[in-house]
């Protein structure tokens, strides 16, 4: 299996496409399925910030200064998203708004992935090279071992969540 960062983080952007699809396709009165996928997202998206945030994003600022202004929209993008998950893990598949947040979720996170893959990953596989990217991509793959599976829930968050979803 290849070690190639970019390829990595491609693999998982289909995993979560698939995911998204998924819960798409299954259709206003399959709540018991759309909060097994939506769980699967959770987990799926979880880890894949994990990585980028902490292996990815922070390498291609060191490495690749002028791709700074591109890190730091990423990570943007990621607390957007991280906000939704969190909020998303503490409704029931039942409530009101899950269905609405959730396709906001997804449809924030094919615009990440389009930006990524179009504009992004051309600029940083031109910057490093294989050498670099397979050295980080092993770094991922170990940080993908460790990174955490649910959204953690700070408490001042948590009562922002409480009060929306109420």
Not at 111 to 125: A, L, N, S, T
């Amino acid at each position: 299996m290849s070690t190639d960062a970019i390829v990595l983080l491609k693999n998982d952007h289909k995993e979560i496409r698939k995911a998204f699809r998924d819960f798409e396709k299954a259709g206003d009165a399959a709540v018991k399925a759309k909060g097994k996928l939506v769980d699967k997202i959770i987990e799926l998206l979880t880890v894949h910030t994990y990585i980028e945030n902490e292996v990815m994003y922070p390498r291609v600022r060191e490495l690749l200064p002028d791709l700074e202004d591109d890190v730091l929209e990423s990570y943007e993008e990621h607390h957007v998203a991280d906000v939704l998950v969190v909020e998303l893990s503490m409704m029931k598949p039942d409530d009101e708004r899950f269905d609405a947040k959730t396709t906001v979720l997804i449809e924030n996170v094919d615009h990440h992935i389009d930006e990524e893959e179009k504009e992004w990953f051309p600029q940083v596989r031109e910057g490093l090279g294989r050498k670099t990217l397979q050295e980080i991509g092993a770094d991922m793959a170990e940080a993908k071992k460790k990174a955490p599976r649910r959204p953690s829930q700070p408490s001042a968050l948590k009562k922002t969540v409480d009060a929306v979803i109420s």
